[in-house]
């Protein structure tokens, strides 16, 4: 299995309050990607990144922001959460070949 | 119409069928073409990828056809563990991939 982790698996958080979720790999991938998944509507792309400080919007980017200062960390913050971005987060990586490899998904819900 | 259709399914088998699941695309400069599976609650994970040849994997073979802009997947010898969702993954030539929602799978005793 691809090197992936994402932290923390589990989250409740308020209303209104800022959430950071950590994905981080040691697989040393250029580019590295945070989906969010809801019945109904599959895998929706939040953000991305094509390197260190690259990074781009996705389709559903709207309440998210995105850093990645190291190869190896992606990190997503809903800067303040609202009861509609309750979901479960993935993070995926990909080198040159266009193959995802998914992390283990963090399931926030926002009360 | 949407980027990548799937039929949602669920496909309700018996252990030892076969079954197969078709994907159409929309976006003919498409380059990429995979197959995930994911089990309730958790991560995809990569199933096969998709050649213009054609892929075959023990139980499971994948296809491409460019013409009519579809791919498929065949099931032989269907087993229990193969209940789950398999997602069609389809690349435009960016390294921005376009999911279909899934087909679910059951493989019923």
């Known amino acids: 299995d691809a090197g992936i982790t994402q932290s923390p698996r589990h989250k409740v958080t308020e209303t209104g309050t800022p959430v950071t979720l950590r994905c981080h790999q040691t697989e040393n991938h250029r580019y590295m990607y945070w989906y969010r998944q809801d019945p109904g509507h599959g895998l929706r792309l939040i953000h991305y990144?094509?390197?260190?400080?690259?990074?781009d919007k996705g389709e559903v980017s709207d309440g998210y922001s995105v850093s990645r200062s190291k190869t190896e960390d992606f990190l997503l913050t809903l800067e303040s959460a609202t009861s509609s971005q309750t979901s479960v987060y993935f993070c995926?990586?990909?080198?040159?070949?266009?193959?995802?490899?998914f992390g283990p998904g963090t399931r926030l819900t926002v009360t | 119409r949407k980027e990548v259709e799937q039929d949602p399914g669920p496909f309700n088998v018996p252990e030892g069928a076969t079954v197969a699941f078709n994907c159409t695309y929309s976006n003919s400069a498409s380059q990429s073409f995979f197959w995930y599976r994911q089990d309730c609650r958790k991560e995809p994970k990569l199933l096969m990828s998709v050649y213009s040849s054609g892929n075959e994997d023990g139980r499971f073979t994948a296809q491409l056809n460019r013409a009519s802009q579809y791919i498929s997947l065949l099931i032989r010898d269907s087993k229990l563990s193969d209940s789950a969702t398999y997602l069609c993954?389809?690349?435009?030539?960016?390294?921005?991939?376009?999911f279909g929602r899934g087909t679910s799978l059951i493989v019923h005793p």
């Open positions: 990144s094509y390197g260190v400080k690259d990074t």
């Open positions: 995926a990586i990909s080198a040159e070949t266009y193959e995802q490899y």
């Open positions: 993954v389809v690349n435009g030539g960016s390294y921005i991939p376009t």
